[in-house]
C-alpha cells in the first residue's frame, strides 16, 4: 500500500527516510535499526574526518544488509575578518569563563575535505549519497550516478528543487520550515525561504518530475499519510528519532526534547554561523541579541565547539545545541524499529479511516 516510485528505487519497504543527523544523533545502530525496519537509515557524516567516515560505513554494514544514506554538508567559500573573529572571541570568553574551559583558544578543524569525503563514498559505493547546503559540482553527481549511488539534493525553495533536478539529483528532499537542524537554503535568504511543510512539498511536486521527499514536522502517521496525499514519496524524519534508543543525543538533550513543546524552537545562527532550528536556550538567546557580526558557518561553529562539548560534560543544555523541528509532543523514547512500525500501523488505520468516511 505504501510502496512509491521511490521504495521501488532506494530498495526499501517503507517510504520513511532517518534525517542524517550530523554529530552524534544518529549512531551506526540508529541507522541499522531503521534501514533494518523496512526505513532508509542515513549517516550524517558532514563532520567526520575521511577515515572515520570509511570506518562508520563498514561499521554500518556489519549491522545491516539494507541499502542506507551518507550525508555530506556541500561546502561554501566562506571567509571571516579577523576583527569580527576577534569579537566574537572576547564574547565567547565569558561562557568560557563560566564553564572552567580555556580562554582565546585556537580556532581548530573548521571543516572536512568535502573532495577526500565524496572520495571515500565512491571508493565504498554507498548505496545513496544525500547532501545539503548547496549542489555538488555535476562530475561528483555523475561519478555517484554511475557506479549505481542514488543521489538526493535538499531544496527549501521551489527555485533550489528546479535546479537540483538540472543537476541530475535522482530525488529532492523538500525542507519545511518546521525541519530541525540546519536549514538547507542554498539560492534564497534563509529568513524568505521559511515555508512550511504543506505549503513546499505540492508546489516542488509540481515543478520537477523527480520524486520528492517531504521533511519538516513529520513525526508519526498522520504525517506520513498528509505526506503523500501532498505528493511526495517518502518523508525524511529526524526529530521523531533524536530521543529514541538508539539515538546517540546526549541524555540531556533527549530529557529537553521530550519535555519541550512547539513554540521551544528558534532558527538561530548562534551555534554554527548557519541558519538552524532547535530549541532557545541562554546561549541561543543571548548570542541572537549579539550587537555585531556572527562568524559565518562553519567558522562560527568551530569557534563554538569546545563551548558545546564543555557544556555536554557538565550536563548543562543551555549552551548545548539543541537541534529540533516544531514536531516536539509528539517525539517518543521508543525504539526506532517501534517508530518505523508504529509509522506504518498508524498509516495503514488512517487510509482505511479515510476510505470509510468517502463510501
Ligand atoms: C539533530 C539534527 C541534525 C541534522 N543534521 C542534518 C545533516 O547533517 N544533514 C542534513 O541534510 N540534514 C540534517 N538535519 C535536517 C534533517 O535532514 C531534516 O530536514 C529534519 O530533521 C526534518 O525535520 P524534523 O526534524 O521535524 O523531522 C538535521 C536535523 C536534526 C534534527
Known amino acids: 500500500m505504501f510502496e512509491t516510485d521511490l521504495t521501488r528505487r532506494l530498495n526499501i519497504r517503507y517510504p520513511i527516510i532517518q534525517a542524517p543527523m550530523a554529530g552524534g544523533p544518529a549512531t551506526t545502530k540508529l541507522i541499522a535499526e531503521v ?28 549491522l545491516t544488509e539494507q541499502p542506507f544514506g551518507v550525508n555530506l554538508f556541500v561546502p561554501v567559500e566562506t571567509t571571516e ?37 565524496v572520495q571515500v563514498l565512491l571508493e565504498e559505493k554507498v548505496p545513496v549519497f544525500s547532501f545539503t547546503f548547496g549542489i555538488p559540482s555535476k562530475d561528483v553527481i555523475q561519478a555517484m550516478k554511475k557506479q549505481g549511488t542514488i543521489v538526493i539534493g535538499t531544496a527549501t525553495i521551489v527555485e533550489e528543487a528546479k535546479q537540483l533536478e538540472l543537476a541530475g539529483v535522482d530525488a529532492i528532499v523538500a525542507q519545511g520550515s518546521e525541519a530541525g537542524g540546519h536549514r538547507g537554503t542554498f539560492l534564497g535568504n534563509t529568513t524568505d525561504s521559511l515555508i512550511g511543510t504543506m505549503a513546499l512539498v505540492p508546489q516542488i511536486v509540481d515543478q520537477v518530475s523527480i520524486p520528492v521527499i517531504a521533511s519538516g514536522g513529520i513525526m508519526d502517521g498522520r504525517g506520513l499519510v498528509a505526506s503523500l496525499a501532498l505528493g511526495a514519496s517518502a518523508v525524511q524524519m529526524g526529530t521523531a528519532f533524536l530521543a529514541c534508543i538508539e539515538s546517540g543525543a546526549h541524555n540531556v538533550y533527549k530529557k529537553t526534547i521530550l519535555s519541550a513543546n512547539e513554540d521551544s524552537t528558534v532558527v538561530t545562527r548562534a551555534y554554527s554561523g548557519r541558519a538552524a532550528r532547535g530549541i532557545q536556550t541562554k546561549f541561543t538567546k543571548e548570542i541572537d541579541q549579539y550587537p555585531g557580526v556572527i562568524p559565518v558557518f562553519p567558522i562560527q561553529n568551530a569557534m563554538t565547539r569546545d563551548i558545546r562539548k564543555a557544556a555536554a560534560k557538565a550536563n548543562n543544555p543551555e549552551y548545548m545545541s539543541l537541534w529540533a523541528g516544531q514536531g516536539l509532543r509528539l517525539a517518543t523514547d521508543h525504539s526506532a524499529g517501534t517508530i518505523i512500525q508504529q509509522t506504518m500501523y498508524q498509516s495503514h488505520i488512517l487510509l482505511e479511516k479515510m476510505i470509510k468516511v468517502s463510501d
Not at 549517516?43 to 560505513?57: D, F, H, M, V, W
Open 35 to 62: 534501514s533494518n525496519a523496512g526505513g532508509l537509515g542515513s549517516l550524517g557524516a558532514a563532520y567526520l574526518t575521511p577515515e572515520i567516515l570509511r570506518s562508520t560505513i563498514q561499521e554500518i554494514r556489519q
Open 81 to 117: 575578518s579577523q576583527a569580527t573573529i576577534e569579537k566574537m572571541t572576547t564574547c565567547l570568553n565569558k561562557y568560557r569563563i563560566e564553564l572552567g574551559i580555556k580562554e582565546n583558544p585556537p580556532i581548530e578543524n573548521v571543516s572536512e575535505s568535502f573532495e577526500e569525503q
